[in-house]
T-cell receptor, first 112, second 115 residues
Framework: GDSVTQMEGPVTLSEEAFLTINCTYT??????LFWYVQYPGEGLQLLLK?????DKGSNKGFEATYRKETTSFHLEKGSVQVSDSAVYFC???????????FGDGTTLTVKP | DTAVSQTPKYLVTQMGNDKSIKCEQN?????MYWYKQDSKKFLKIMFS???????INETVPNRFSPKSPDKAHLNLHINSLELGDSAVYFC??????????????FGSGTRLTVV
């Protein structure tokens, strides 16, 4: 079955540091890949997505590239801010799948 | 105008009680979901409906019963609440349950505390 493995947290960075959160997946076929962000006390929000190999999703300075050969979709940001402190979830959705499969989430804390 | 709205936002109740959580989406999406998020932030799918039809029913105690009166609404009723039911429950919707391209839109969650 489908599965998503995320880098374990928590991750603590200083403001303006470079961020990478690793995500690898197992799926049948060619899934779409997503990153969601959950700010404290809120629901998850779709941050970015990629629907085919070599696509790059980007939003709010975050990027992730769909790498079929390594089955990865790592999240990166060049310079994090305190306001980026949140829980980040990697997810996949296979064609004809009734649901998305989520990773366990990675908590990011950015200190001033 | 909130896309996916859940009520109530907080729910504190005693063991053994019965409670309901309501969810409504105004996005015109075909599919709606209930997820449970535990204290470690792990997300677990509970149910999914597509155009009022139940399509996913994961291993969930029979005390949990979803109901979808129309494709814009998905409610969750819980009987005989237990301490272990304490969690945050999220409603979500998506445009198409067959195509893999669409992400979810989540509600803001209902924090259920059973005492």
């Amino acid at each position: 079955g489908d599965s998503v493995t995320q880098m374990e947290g928590p991750v603590t960075l200083s403001e303006e540091a470079f961020l990478t959160i690793n995500c690898t997946y197992t799926a049948t076929g060619y899934p779409s890949l997503f990153w969601y962000v959950q700010y404290p006390g809120e629901g998850l929000q779709l941050l970015l997505k990629a629907t085919k190999a070599d696509d790059k999703g980007s939003n709010k300075g975050f990027e992730a590239t769909y790498r079929k050969e390594t089955t990865s979709f790592h999240l990166e940001k060049g310079s994090v801010q305190v306001s980026d402190s949140a829980v980040y979830f990697c997810a996949l959705r296979s064609t004809n799948a009734g649901k998305s499969t989520f990773g366990d989430g990675t908590t990011l804390t950015v200190k001033p | 105008d909130t896309a996916v709205s859940q009520t109530p936002k907080y729910l504190v109740t005693q063991m053994g009680n019965d409670k309901s959580i309501k969810c409504e989406q105004n996005l015109g999406h075909d599919t709606m979901y209930w997820y449970k998020q535990d204290s470690k932030k792990f997300l677990k799918i509970m149910f999914s409906y597509n155009n009022k039809e139940l399509i996913i029913n994961e291993t969930v105690p029979n005390r949990f019963s979803p109901k979808s009166p129309d494709k814009a609404h998905l409610n969750l009723h819980i009987n005989s609440l237990e301490l272990g039911d304490s969690a945050v429950y999220f409603c979500a919707s998506s445009q198409d349950n067959r195509g893999g391209n669409y992400g979810y839109t989540f509600g803001s969650g209902t924090r259920l505390t059973v005492v």
